[in-house]
């Protein structure tokens, strides 16, 4: 195995699942995660100064809008030397004696072409969540998060936002030779049917515990999007203006603006998921 093989990525916007997933494969005995960090959720991106972090980019709900955060080949910063510094960065936050080394960051869901240049063979998994849950998750996140209001967005902007960052996903993926999608409603629905998907892409040899998955704890957000259907509640505007602007891309991405629960097909331009 080379090194590059060695290396497992995770990315998706945050709010979607990317920790519970990032735990459940770092409790395989193949795996090994980021620990002790010291850094918000062991996320690699903050370990390192070879790219900008999500926050140079204004942060969760804005970074998939600048388009310096979406790294390919291309970027000048494509380089061996990065990728031994990346590596050295990393190093003494994982059980090197482990075959797989993981790392994850939400932005890597738009940086798996320069990832993948830097450690040729390596994975990258994307977890998916809708688009309208991911937004009142943000929404409610960052108001709790910061006291700053310019950091603010309203649910609007930041389903814009998710749809900007899935475009380049799609636009990416055809350039991916270890891509794999995940659903976060199917990992926390059925989550052994889709860690063994996992487990074959990543060559484990004893299935990924399911211990850290929980449930999906939509209902709150699926509640408050009921409740904007009335022309008389606060957000009732910004709900017609999502379905209006963005009805037609969710439901190219299989998902549906008026029922949360509905998952349809991955859209065709994304041949190679669960490859």
């Known amino acids: 195995m080379s090194s590059g093989e060695r290396l497992v990525f995770v990315g998706g916007l945050h709010r979607s699942g990317t920790t519970p997933l990032a735990h459940a494969l770092a409790q395989h005995p193949e795996v090994s995660g ?8 062991d996320e690699g991106q903050h370990l390192q100064t070879v790219y900008p972090k999500a926050k140079v980019y204004a942060g ?12 390919t080949e291309a970027s000048p910063l494509a380089t061996e030397e990065n990728a031994q ?14 075959p ?6 939400p932005p890597n869901l738009i940086m798996g072409r320069f990832l993948q240049a ?19 998750s943000n929404k409610k996140w960052r108001r709790l998060a910061s006291r700053n209001v310019r950091r603010y967005s309203s649910v609007g902007s ?3 936002h998710w749809i900007r960052a899935h475009e380049i996903l799609l636009e990416d993926a055809p ?11 199917d990992l926390v629905d059925r989550p052994e049917e889709e ?16 211990g850290t998955l929980a449930d999906s704890h939509s209902e709150r957000y699926e509640q408050r999007w009921e409740a904007m259907a009335s022309p008389l509640r606060l957000g009732a505007a910004q709900r017609r203006l999502i379905s209006r602007r963005f009805g037609q891309a969710i439901a190219d991405f299989g998902y549906d603006v008026d029922d949360l629960h509905h998952r349809g097909d991955w859209p065709d331009t994304l041949p190679l998921v669960g490859a």
Do not use: C, M, N
């Not at 969760?60 to 790294?71: I, K, R, T, Y």
């Not at 590596?87 to 059980?95: C, G, M, N, R």
């Not at 860690?195 to 399911?210: D, F, H, K, V």
């Open 175 to 185: 350039h991916l030779q270890r891509l794999h999608l995940v659903r976060y409603e």
């Open 34 to 41: 980021l620990t002790g960090t010291g850094v918000p959720h």
């Open 195 to 210: 860690l063994a998907r996992i487990q074959e892409l990543l060559g484990l040899s004893t299935p990924i515990p399911t």
């Open 60 to 71: 969760s709900g804005h970074f998939a809008h600048a388009p310096q955060a979406h790294l």
């Open 100 to 105: 797989l080394l993981l790392e994850k960051s």
């Open 158 to 160: 930041l389903v814009g």
């Open 118 to 136: 830097l450690f040729p063979g390596s994975a990258l998994i994307v977890v998916v969540r809708h688009p309208v849950v991911v937004a009142l």
């Open 85 to 98: 510094r990346l590596l050295e960065a990393w190093k003494p936050y994982w059980d090197l004696e482990r």
